[in-house]
Each structure stands twice: as structure tokens, then as C-alpha cells.
């Protein structure tokens, strides 16, 4: 008897809720990127190191080494030299930060400014937080939110290593910020924790180690918990971007679409302008029942070379 576990059972699984979510013109190419090792993207540390410091400091990682032509200041090699680059003292002295390209398009949407106060509600291990401090340009604060103990001292290792002053981090379930924090930021970022559907390799057994749709579910309802209270602590006026690394629905569009409806009339999905990836509008229904009427603003990114799949949606909260 096939147990609930075993990696065919999961992929079936898988591929089917895939073909429910992706269009089948753009099938193939989703089917053959994730199962092919993606280029590993970085990008370097303007205020630490010039690039000729940098690929001096990359070392034996520099081999094959390409700007990311949409993104000045990024780079990708290829996978195979991801433990060379992960190792290099360019990374381990902080001149550059290894994240994939996805990871730039919430903060991107999110369009933080410099002299506000924003909060990132999910940050570690802090990439995203690094970004919307660079974005700012050292101007304003930024509190970064983690409930998780080991990945909190990644992120507060990560922020030191590269100087974030700007930013108080919080050891703190953030499903209670809304509540402590009412209207108090300008701009929240929640890349939400998820079931990391984006980061399965068919190819891969090990990948489906911790997927399973009743992982989704679970992971379903901590998000609703986290953009409820999002949209709590953001100020009238103000910017909250839900984001995840999940293909599923019941991780994008239901989340969004059943906490804009404790807000009956103070939210509005705006469009997520970003067109230098491959990506698709939001699914304007799920499992047999509608989602919310502006649901088609948000965005599904589909994974590429350099992209992993992402959820991207801006809200803003009117009053």
C-alpha cells in the first residue's frame, strides 16, 4: 500500500494541482523549469564593494558569472557553482547577498521610501528586509518581525553583516502586530512563510519532503493570520504586499480574498506593474467559487532560468 508520504504519490499530486492552475500553453515551460536546476542570482552590495572588489572576493564562483541585464548590480552562475558562491569571502564578508530574482519583485511592489516607517512582518532570514532598507536608502526604520528563534538570529546575523541600522528586529508571533501596532506603518511587506511549492524539483525526490496538500492547508491558515494582521497595522493610506513561493491558490488568491473581506470597503488591490518577468494575473476563482472581484491585479510569476514561481499582490488599505 502507497503511503501518504512517498515522493510518486506527492509528485502525482502535485502535477495535477499544477495543471489546475497553470494554463496549458504555458505548461511546458513551467513542467521543464522545475526540473531543471535554475541559475543561482545575487546581487552585490553597492555600499560594500565595487565589482572589481567583488569578483575578486568571489573567487573560483566567478567562473561563468553574468549581469542580470533588467537589474544592474545582480549577477547569476551557473547552479553547479551555488557552494563555491555560498562559501566565497564575497559572501561570508558581506559584500554581495545570494537570493533569487523573485525575492526582489515584493519589495519592488512594495516601493518602500526613504523617511518611513515600514514594517516586514515574516523577514527572515532577511533579504527582503536588506532590500527595503537599500530602497530607502537608510532613511526612516524598518521592524522586522520573525516567530521562529533559529531563523530570528539568522536574520539579526544577516542584518549585522551587512550594517542594517535602520532596522529593529522582534522575535514575536506577527499574527499579533496588527493588534499592538494599529494604523502605525506606512508599508508592510508579508512574504508570508508557505508550503514552497515554487522550490520543488521534479527531478528531485528530496524536494517533496515537506509538501503535501494538507501542508497547504496548514500553511493556509497561519498566512490568513498574518495578512489579517497586516492590514491592521498599516496606517489609511498606506501599502501592504502579500507575496508567497507557492503556485497554490489556497495560498494566494483565498488568503487575500477572505481577509479584504473583514474590510469590507477599506482595501483596494491595486496592479503590480512588473513587466520583466514572465508572469500571469491572478485566478479570479478557486476551487469552484469566485475570489475577489480585483483579484486579476495581483501576480503569478511563472519560473524560468532565473525566476522562481512567486505570488505577488499589493493592497492598499483606504481607510
Known amino acids: 500500500m502507497t503511503r501518504p508520504s512517498d515522493p510518486d504519490q506527492l509528485r502525482a499530486q502535485f502535477l495535477q494541482r499544477l495543471n489546475e492552475v497553470v494554463p496549458a500553453a504555458r505548461l511546458d515551460g513551467?513542467?521543464?523549469?522545475?526540473?531543471?536546476?535554475?541559475?543561482?542570482?545575487?546581487?552585490?552590495?553597492?555600499s560594500r564593494a565595487t565589482e572589481e572588489a567583488m569578483c575578486a572576493a568571489l573567487g573560483a564562483a566567478a567562473a561563468g558569472i553574468a549581469p542580470v541585464s533588467a537589474f544592474p548590480g545582480w549577477y547569476s552562475v551557473p547552479f553547479a557553482a551555488r557552494e563555491a558562491l555560498t562559501r566565497s569571502p564575497a559572501a561570508e564578508d558581506g559584500l554581495i547577498y545570494v537570493q533569487n530574482l523573485s525575492s526582489l519583485l515584493p519589495v519592488l511592489a512594495l516601493d518602500p521610501q526613504p523617511g518611513e516607517e515600514n514594517l516586514d512582518l515574516a523577514a527572515a532570514p532577511g533579504g527582503k528586509t536588506l532590500l527595503m532598507a537599500e530602497r530607502m536608502r537608510g532613511e526612516g526604520r524598518i521592524a522586522a518581525v520573525e516567530a521562529v528563534k533559529p531563523r530570528f538570529f539568522r536574520l539579526r546575523a544577516n542584518l549585522g553583516r551587512h550594517a542594517a541600522s535602520m532596522v529593529d528586529t522582534y522575535l514575536k508571533d506577527g499574527r499579533r502586530v496588527g493588534r499592538q501596532c494599529p494604523g502605525r506603518f506606512d508599508r508592510v511587506l508579508l512574504d508570508a512563510p508557505c508550503s514552497s511549492e515554487a522550490r520543488i524539483r521534479l527531478d528531485d525526490p528530496e524536494t517533496f519532503a515537506h509538501w503535501s496538500p494538507r501542508k497547504v492547508k496548514e500553511m493556509q491558515r497561519k498566512q490568513k493570520g498574518l495578512l489579517r494582521s497586516a492590514l491592521e497595522a498599516v496606517r489609511p493610506g498606506g501599502i501592504v504586499v502579500y507575496s508567497?513561493?507557492?503556485?497554490a491558490p489556497e495560498e494566494n488568491e483565498e488568503v487575500v480574498s477572505s481577509q479584504l473581506q473583514r474590510f469590507p470597503g477599506a482595501t483596494r488591490i491595486e496592479p503590480v506593474?512588473?513587466?520583466?518577468?514572465?508572469?500571469?494575473?491572478g485566478l479570479p476563482e478557486s476551487n469552484g467559487r469566485p475570489q475577489h472581484a480585483e483579484i486579476g491585479n495581483a501576480l503569478r510569476v511563472l519560473p524560468d532560468e532565473l525566476f522562481d514561481g512567486f505570488f505577488v499582490c499589493r493592497i492598499r488599505r483606504l481607510d
Open 30 to 46: 513551467v513542467l521543464a523549469a522545475l526540473r531543471e536546476p535554475s541559475r543561482v542570482t545575487f546581487r552585490r552590495i553597492a
Open 244 to 247: 508567497t513561493c507557492s503556485f
Open 273 to 281: 506593474d512588473l513587466d520583466v518577468c514572465d508572469a500571469l494575473p
